[in-house]
């Protein structure tokens, strides 16, 4: 399967990536380790005329506590950062989460920014132009209506990043660099809700940083998926616990992650919280498991995963 | 299409090419370096049967360009077995029956190296973990498991 | 069974290993020729739709495009496996019949120019109303998809032995329920390929297929050209599993580009091509109605299964047949009736595969399970009274000649603690056995028999020729192991010629369970004949009875005197001096029942012999996510005869991952006629992280007639690995499974039934 024709740039700082994009016109995207956007390409779900390479950016690679913050660079291997003695001691969650991330092999080469940038996914969208062709364009193609959900003016494609998960629960931060400068925002708060363009950031706009607070927290991640390893995730809930707070985020089902913070942890709470944490998913017909079942799993896994970070913490 | 003039480093031989920007890391090794040990079979990076090593580091070679791999040390299969001695991977594929159709082989041999390579003591848990980035239809995985196991002996 | 064996019963390395540890072996797409061009195919968007024209004029003007094609530059003749069945055209004038399907190609200088020339090609089509479900299919008013098919319904296969209605009637205990399973995907590690090259008058061919000869002879008759014209080359397969058998699209695709441009055409499908438009498998349901005396004693079976055929007939009478097959080559069954249709629809083509049949051998097993236990029997006791034994007969009149379906029983059984643990499961735990016969080789008309060709040249190394092929099974390997057996040479002294319809003689392929039980006993012939030649002249130089010499490490010697010895190669010059040359042919024929035909026919002898496997899954549920996992799994199988031990355990292990694990994970999902994961993301082939532990036992009946002793170690547990993991989920929830795959989403609706019903 060959790729379309585009131009290759490697940029050697931020302002120099930002540059390229604009001397592009805005018709370029950018590159990190591309086990996301390469398989878009190939399918040719983007037609860009530029690829900018940002793995040379060297300030981007870096991991740091400092500050009472630990910042990763967006040039962060998932791999890299699974293996941090920091990771491992003070965020568990985002441990598990990483490590259950497709592969040993894509962790190695996926970056922290990358996997959360990510587009989302559909069984009818993740396909070679040719069988979209047959299909009929949907929303997220700019077509008329969904494929899945007939009548449709939304698309509920999934974001499946499994560490967007961890870092929502703890509350992590990122750093956005656009041309006029740099701003933060919280990580949850990048979304849109809506497949067709699932994040609030302006084209152009490079995500150089993640920053969590540096505090230790208890953590389960709980993903659903048919074979353990190489998997999106069918729908998966992390769940972060800071003196006895638990901040809990459900992912895999819907364009974006669902945050909730559990008022208490007791059996009733706990199952009112997992039950409308199930009513929230919106899960259509857009993965290999059914819907209905998706939905119901998003509160056995919610509920489970709480429940393990208490029976942890005892 | 600009091209890109990249040079790297195969199986130890220095090379420079001056390539597509849109050119696949596996393309270039099959089309142009007649290096076809590594294999596309799903073209999207799912399954790992063009798992090359790049400077230590098991590389899906059908999504990666190769004008990303200026100044890198790229090994394939065809480059293990030096001066005519197979590599114990290789030795160990053949005796322990974990070749089949031989698809794959290229790439579960690949990715099994970058992690000898590291861990020359991997446990059968790590071990399974490693190559569960690598699809097989053949053969089960049981053989393959032992295999790297017993290449681990050999390299220990 | 002969014993004394220097080299076959050894786990030795793999003839074909080297190559493949090297990255030297060379595949289909790995090829490259002087003025070779890039081939690309236009599929049909629509799942059925008249075509109107094909206007080719566009691609052409393409620079750098040198061949267009479609149905119209075709012989006009249509492919099928029987007269019967000849409807398949492979690229269609008249209508396309599935989204996918083949309709036009170009051949150019490169990829991008072959992409941009297929951007000009006009197709005018007029869509048709189309049908996806067989059930909807067939019922009156559904759209025609091919004329001579009334109701879709492509084969309808009848079998009545005994008097079913009678038997149903006066039996203790009778039993219906219904099962489905999705087709699956052969997912074979390599996407189909083609090179073609057309040069003065011959065509040369180079594909991953499971069978040189008779792929060279369809397509032989599609291009209208006698078969030393059409050469099917030797090349590694990455893969098969029924799914390289028949003649495929992209052949014919390949072999008109070839000959239009004059120049080497290679076509390599992409990962959803090859889904889409090589070969699929049937989706399927089946009603099964089993009637039980008291003790247990299967009295009656009544059997409908209904096949999803796709577009076009395939394999159709064979695939129809099948699963009802294996099941009555493995128990006794007095009074049996089987109704099988294969009907027609608007989907991808379909072929064989080894674990064909998922739903209708999975459900035999997990009801004849909850049938014993209601009359107080055990999975084991109901296996073991009703199954078949040497010496008997099947009940379509097949007869058994090795069968250690008992002892696969037993030692799984044993080795597992079974009828303890079937007895009692833990909470939602559960032990399950799946058996099942497989015939060594379908009957095919004189293309069940293999010929070869052997000679020993004058430095005493030898040259083997023979149709067999290998599609990653070691079937290479396996016939150089037999006759270095034979011959007393290494097993590196014997290059072995093979699979090029040119120079290789008539066999049957790999695709029926044949390689061991009929082409290595060809191999044997010939090395036995040649042997034979040997002796008589080393008996004469050494001076001893030829009883008394033996062949070893290249070397002819007197057993009683082993200093009396000469190297194989002087014998060899000595023949040629003599002009009788060390030469030879064998051939060898399974007696099989000339006569019997699929549907018109469906009785007497199917095969040679047949083998017998038992699969043993443990299963845990979870009663949450309704996941399944597989702590262990072990089987058994009666190959008659391991001649590479290593390789039959490797092909069970496979089994386990491809029948076993896949029960839970693989499945083609479809909206309408768009398959949704033609891919291997979505298509879940089990990774090593999903395997079981594994207990691979070999049995080894012995099979009187078999080479060594050996049948087939290739497919019986992928025919039966499902059954096991059915039954275990029957034991750990109490009710039947329903649909396969058995993904979370199904059990957990089964482990909330067995709730309910529990109450």
Redesign the interface.
């Known amino acids: 399967m060959i790729l379309p024709g585009f131009e290759y740039r490697k940029a050697t700082s931020v302002a120099d990536a930002i540059a390229l994009y604009n001397d592009f016109e805005g018709k370029a995207r950018y590159l990190a380790g591309g086990t996301d956007l390469m398989p878009l390409l190939k399918y040719r779900l983007a037609a860009p005329a530029a690829i900018i390479d940002l793995k040379g950016i060297e300030e981007l690679k870096a991991i740091a506590a400092i500050d009472g913050w630990l910042t990763i660079g967006a040039n962060v291997t998932l791999f890299e950062l699974k293996n941090h003695p920091v990771v491992k001691e003070y965020f568990p969650l985002l441990y598990q989460s990483l490590d259950a991330t497709s592969c040993e092999t894509l962790q190695m080469r996926a970056t922290i920014g990358g996997n959360l940038l990510q587009d989302t996914r559909c069984i009818e969208y993740n396909k070679s132009l040719e069988w979209r062709a047959a299909r009929g364009f949907c929303l997220k193609m700019g077509g008329k209506c969904c494929n899945v959900v007939p009548h449709s003016r939304v698309c509920l494609s999934n974001y499946c990043s499994d560490n967007a998960l961890s870092l929502v629960a703890l509350s992590a931060e990122a750093d956005l660099a656009e041309a006029g400068g740099e701003k933060t925002a919280g990580l949850e708060k990048i979304y849109t809700g809506s497949g067709s363009k699932p994040f609030v950031v302006e084209p152009g706009t490079l995500l150089t940083r993640i920053r969590i607070p540096l505090e230790k927290s208890k953590g389960v991640y709980e993903k659903l998926r048919v074979r353990n390893s190489i998997d999106y995730p069918l729908a998966a809930v992390a769940v972060a616990m800071k003196k006895s707070v638990a901040r809990v985020c459900v992912g895999g089902v819907g364009p974006a992650p669902l945050v909730y913070e559990l008022a208490g942890t007791d059996e009733g709470t706990l199952r009112d919280a997992a039950n409308s944490a199930s009513t929230d998913a919106r899960a259509v017909p857009n993965a290999i498991l059914s819907p209905a079942y998706r939905k119901k799993m998003v509160g056995v896994l919610f509920r489970r995963a709480v429940q393990k970070v208490l029976r942890e913490g005892a | 299409m600009e091209t890109v003039k990249v040079a790297f480093t195969v199986n130890n031989e220095e090379t420079v090419l001056q390539v597509s920007p849109n050119e696949t890391l596996l393309e270039t090794l099959r089309e142009r370096l007649d290096l076809t040990g590594a294999k596309e079979s799903c073209g999207i990076g799912s399954c790992g049967a063009c798992t090359v090593e790049v400077n230590g580091l098991p590389l899906r070679s059908c999504i990666v360009l190769t004008s990303e791999m200026q100044g890198a040390d790229i090994t394939t299969v065809e480059g293990l077995n030096r001066e005519g001695k197979l590599h114990p991977l290789q030795q160990t594929f053949m005796e322990e029956g974990a070749v089949q159709c031989g698809f794959c082989t290229s790439g579960m041999i690949m990715t099994a190296k970058t992690l000898l390579d590291k861990n020359n003591q991997p446990t059968q848990k790590e071990i399974i973990k490693t190559i569960s980035s690598n699809v097989c239809r053949c053969t089960g995985y049981k053989k393959i498991v032992k295999a790297v196991g017993e290449a681990s002996k050999k390299t220990a | 069974m002969e014993d004394n064996l220097n080299i076959v019963g050894k786990?030795v390395?793999?003839s074909?290993?080297?190559?493949?540890?090297?990255?030297?072996?060379?595949?289909t797409?790995?090829l490259?020729m002087p003025n070779m061009l890039v081939a690309k195919v236009l599929?049909?968007?629509?799942p059925h739709a008249k075509i109107l024209a094909i206007d080719l004029d566009g691609a052409r003007k393409v620079p750098g495009v040198k061949a267009a094609i479609s149905g119209f530059d075709g012989s006009g003749i249509k492919w099928g496996v029987f007269r019967y069945t000849q409807d398949h055209a492979m690229l269609p004038t008249d209508k396309v019949r599935y989204?996918?399907e083949d309709v036009a190609a170009v051949a150019a200088v490169d990829?991008?120019t072959a992409?941009e020339a297929l951007s000009r090609i006009r197709v005018d089509y007029e869509p048709l109303p189309s049908v996806f479900d067989p059930l909807e299919a067939m019922r009156e008013g559904a759209p025609i998809i091919h004329e001579q098919y009334k109701n879709n319904i492509n084969i309808h296969v009848h079998i009545d032995v005994g008097d079913v209605d009678k038997a149903m009637e006066s039996a203790f205990l009778v039993r219906e329920d219904t099962f489905k399973a999705a087709g699956e995907a052969y997912?074979?590690?390599?996407?189909y390929a083609v090179v073609a090259s057309f040069q003065n008058g011959f065509l040369d061919l180079w594909m991953p297929n499971a069978g040189p000869h008779v792929r060279a002879k369809a397509l032989a008759n599609l291009l209208k050209m006698p078969l030393n014209k059409v050469r099917v080359r030797h090349i590694?397969?990455?893969?098969a599993?029924g799914g390289r058998s028949e003649v495929a699209p992209a052949d014919l695709v390949a072999s008109l580009l070839s000959i239009k441009a004059d120049r080497p055409v290679k076509l390599?499908l992409?990962?959803?091509e090859n889904a889409?438009s090589s070969r699929q498998i049937h989706d399927m349901s089946a009603t099964i109605k089993t009637a039980m005396s008291k003790d247990g004693t299967i009295v009656a079976k009544d059997l409908r299964a209904i096949y999803d055929g796709g577009a076009y007939s395939s394999t159709g009478p064979i695939a129809t047949s099948v699963p009802f097959y294996v099941y009555e080559e493995c128990y006794r069954f007095p009074n049996i009736r089987y109704n099988g249709y294969r009907i027609i629809t608007n989907k991808g083509i379909r072929g064989m595969y080894g674990c064909h049949g998922r739903a209708f051998l999975a459900g035999n097993e997990a009801q004849m399970d909850l049938m014993a236990k209601e009359l107080g029997l055990d999975p084991v006791e109901i296996r073991l009274k009703n199954g078949l034994r040497a010496g008997e007969m099947t009940a379509t009149k097949s007869r058994i000649t090795s069968c250690g379906l008992q002892e696969t029983i037993e030692t799984t059984a044993r080795k597992t603690d079974f009828q303890k643990r079937w007895a009692k499961p833990q909470k939602l735990e559960g032990i399950g056995m799946g058996c099942v016969a497989i015939m060594c080789g379908f009957p095919m008309g004189f293309r069940s028999g293999s010929s070869c060709y052997l000679k020993i040249n004058d430095d005493g190394y030898v040259t083997l020729v023979t149709g067999v092929v290998d599609?990653?099974?070691?079937n290479e390997s396996m016939v150089i192991q037999a006759a270095s057996e034979i011959l007393g040479v290494p097993m590196e002294d014997i290059n072995l010629v093979n699979a090029d319809t040119e120079i290789t003689n008539l066999d049957p392929g790999a695709y029926s369970q044949a390689a061991a039980f009929v082409s290595t006993n060809a191999v044997k012939i010939a090395c036995e004949k040649a042997r034979k030649q040997i002796v008589a002249i080393a008996a004469e130089k050494l001076a001893v009875s030829e009883t008394d010499i033996a062949l070893k490490n290249r070397l002819v010697y007197s057993v009683a005197n082993p200093e009396k010895k000469m190297p194989i190669a002087w014998v060899v010059r000595e023949a040629f001096a003599r002009a009788e040359p060390v030469v030879a042919t064998g051939t060898f024929f399974p007696d099989i029942d000339l006569e019997r035909e699929w549907i018109s026919r469906p009785w007497g002898q199917m095969a040679g012999t047949f083998s017998y496997a038992t699969s043993v899954a443990e299963i845990a549920v979870d009663s949450?996510?309704?996941m399944i996992t597989m702590p262990r799994f072990t089987a058994a199988h009666d190959c008659g005869r391991a001649i590479n031990p290593?390789?039959v355990?490797?092909q069970?292990?496979?089994?386990?991952?491809?029948a076993g694990v896949a029960a839970?994970?693989e499945g083609n999902?479809w909206?309408g006629g768009?398959l949704?994961?033609?891919?291997?993301?979505?298509y879940?082939?089990?990774?090593?992280?999903?395997?079981p532990e594994?207990d691979a036992i070999i049995v080894e009946s012995g099979d009187p007639v078999g080479p060594f002793g050996a049948k087939e170690g290739g497919i019986a547990i992928r025919m039966n690995a499902y059954s096991a993991v059915a039954c275990a989920l029957t034991n750990a929830t109490g009710v039947l499974f329903k649909e396969m795959p058995l993904?979370?989403?199904k059990v957990?609706e089964m482990v909330e039934k067995a709730t309910e019903e529990k109450g």
């Open positions: 786990r390395v793999r074909d290993s080297l190559a493949k540890v090297t990255g030297r072996a060379r595949y797409a790995d490259k599929r049909s968007p629509h989204i996918g990829e991008e992409l997912a074979m590690m390599e996407p590694n397969s990455g893969g599993f390599v992409s990962r959803e889409t599609n990653g099974q070691g949450e996510t309704g290593m390789a355990e490797g069970i292990e496979g089994s386990v991952q491809q839970i994970t999902l909206d768009h949704l994961n033609p891919d291997l993301l979505e879940k082939v089990p990774l090593a992280c999903d395997m594994i993904t979370p989403d957990l």
